[in-house]
């Protein structure tokens, strides 16, 4: 059991499942799933920097939200639930948040893919790719793993 999945094809079995469903949210689900999948099958090395670079990702979208908090003068968030226009202004906020926190992952990663472009370790489009999808460069994956085990679905089941 290496990595939460015994082997890839339970690893492959998940997506499939998740590709299965259909709609938006389904279709959020399942990057987060392939995205999730294909970090299992990374060298240790490549693990650990993503890791890493996630956890500044999730803090600058912190940093993000809480300036959109003070520059709209909120000390806490239910202040504005009042009737139906504080619920609208409430999801809106909520809906911030999540743009916000995906904001911080393009920036960071995307700084750290334009280190990588400049070192010459990446391609323009493999660094583009890593920032904005999440989507690993093929030589960060183990020895032995397909890269794209984890970044191709497999056809559903009655799909082609």
């Known amino acids: ?59 600058v979208g912190v940093a993000l939200v809480a300036l959109l908090a003070k520059l709209a003068h909120l000390r806490n968030p239910t202040q504005m639930i009042h009737g139906l226009p504080g619920i609208a202004a409430l999801l809106g906020f909520c809906l911030a948040i999540a743009a916000f926190l995906y904001l911080g992952c393009v920036i960071v990663a995307g700084l750290f893919g334009w280190v990588l472009v400049y070192q010459g370790k990446l391609s323009k489009k493999e660094a583009l790719e890593y920032a904005l999808y999440s989507r690993y460069p093929k030589h960060w994956f183990a020895a032995g793993a397909q890269a794209g085990a984890a970044t191709e679905l497999p056809a559903a089941p009655g799909r082609r």
């Open 1 to 59: 059991m290496r990595n939460g999945f015994r082997d890839q094809t339970e690893c492959r079995a998940l997506l499939a499942e998740v590709q299965a469903t259909s709609g938006l949210p389904m279709k959020i689900l399942q990057e987060i799933a392939r995205s999730s999948a294909a970090t299992r099958l990374l060298q240790p090395r490549f693990r650990l920097l993503t890791s890493a670079v996630g956890a500044c990702s999730g803090l």
